[in-house]
């Protein structure tokens, strides 16, 4: 029997709240069934009981904020806000079903033509927060959810709670100095605690391709400080000439090359821009892809389209035929039963690094900006 307060309670006469379903250092996450004419399961998120913190409070409602404000379809949807009798304050949310794409990246490979369909989704929901003036500065594989919808998966962007809103609300969370993210997924210039743009979006993004198409992170994981010095100094090994990166055509290889370049200056100018390249390096694999049509011998074509080696080409043709002659085909689990597992919540705050540039907080080396 749970002893969890709030499971099987009704929240706000309006939400009969379930169960536990995850939780961070600071929230907890319940799922929950919405009463009333709009009937329907969602997620409910809230700060754990103790958590006195203002500097959390203030994170959890600026998130809220910035989530409220955006209407992309592949950005996390908000439906409501309020606080609990002892003051706690909680969000409500479109509950998810699927999972994070870092627990997909551990379960298989992605095919690169999917890959690329999840970035184009991504950097549309990128693409309306920049425009409202919000950088999301802590995008990585665990806090870009894939779900299922019917036959189709479609990406959500979760977790702003670090989010930079130039629109002035909750802008000051963090101070000058500090640097503010993930460290396998930050900019040289959110590592060196610098001012940060919608370019720095474009590196994290990047980071997450490039982990997505090879299996393997842009610098292996290990001490924060030592892969923060490596992303401000060091060029990272090309996605076509990693082990499990060899498919991937040397174009798209290119311009995740270009998201990480050191400075801003050097990666795709928007995600506006981005989307357009990422939709023109799409067409060539669906083209030697024909998923689609299911036949028995993948479609041949005479010659390799624009931007792509008769090698590449090749690899693509031999990955369609190992994937039509595949047996495992599965969809994403769902979890609808209430004896069934947990759902995988939507975006459970606390996962991303704080580190200070001040050697007697830093967790570690940070490189010197000069």
């Not at 009704?10 to 379930?18: G, I, S």
């Not at 169960?19 to 961070?24: F, P, Q, S």
């Not at 990246?105 to 890959?115: A, H, T």
């Not at 002659?325 to 069934?340: G, I, K, M, Q, Y």
Request: proline share 8%; hydrophobic share 40%.
């Amino acid at each position: 029997m749970s002893t969890d307060p709030l499971e099987r309670t009704v929240l706000d006469e309006r939400y009969d709240v379930r169960t536990l379903i995850g939780g961070g250092g600071m929230g907890l996450v319940y799922r929950a069934r919405q009463r009333g004419i709009v009937s329907r399961d969602v997620a409910i998120k809230v700060l754990r009981i103790g958590t006195s913190d203002p500097a959390a409070r203030e994170r959890f409602h600026h998130e809220a904020r910035i989530v409220g404000s955006l209407r992309h379809p592949n950005t996390i949807k908000l439906f409501d806000a309020g606080q609990l009798p002892d003051g706690r304050p909680y969000v409500v949310t479109e509950l998810l079903r699927g999972r994070p794409l870092d627990v997909l990246l551990k379960s298989k490979p992605i095919p690169v033509d999917k890959v690329l369909r999840f970035a184009l989704q991504a950097a549309g929901s990128l693409r309306e927060a920049h425009e409202e003036g919000i950088v999301h500065r802590d995008l990585k594989p665990a806090n870009i959810f894939i779900e299922d919808i019917g036959s189709e998966e479609v990406l959500k962007v979760l977790d702003f709670g670090l989010a930079f809103d130039s629109r002035g609300a909750g802008q000051a969370l963090t101070e000058a100095g500090f640097a503010v993210g993930t460290p396998e997924y930050m900019s040289p210039e959110q590592i060196l605690g610098q001012a940060v743009g919608p370019r720095s979006d474009i590196y994290s993004l990047g980071a997450t391709l490039y982990e997505s198409l090879c299996s393997e992170p842009v610098f292996a994981f290990g001490a924060p400080y030592v892969t923060m010095a490596k992303h401000v100094n060091e060029e990272p090994v090309p996605v076509h000439l990693r082990e499990r990166g060899k498919s991937v055509p040397i174009e798209i290889s290119d311009l995740v090359r270009r998201m990480l370049s050191k400075s801003p200056d050097g990666r795709p100018g928007s995600m506006a821009e981005l989307r357009v390249e990422l939709a023109r390096l799409l067409r060539p694999l669906e083209a030697a892809l024909p998923e689609a049509k299911w036949t028995e011998v993948p479609t041949l074509l005479e010659e390799a389209p624009e931007g792509f080696d008769r090698q590449s080409l090749e690899a693509l043709r031999a990955e369609a035929h190992a994937r039509r002659n595949s047996s495992a085909v599965a969809a994403l689990p769902t979890r609808d039963a209430e004896d069934s597992e947990p759902l995988v919540p939507i975006s459970i705050v606390e996962t991303s690094e704080l580190t200070r540039r001040d050697d007697s907080l830093a967790r570690g080396f940070l490189p010197d900006p000069k």
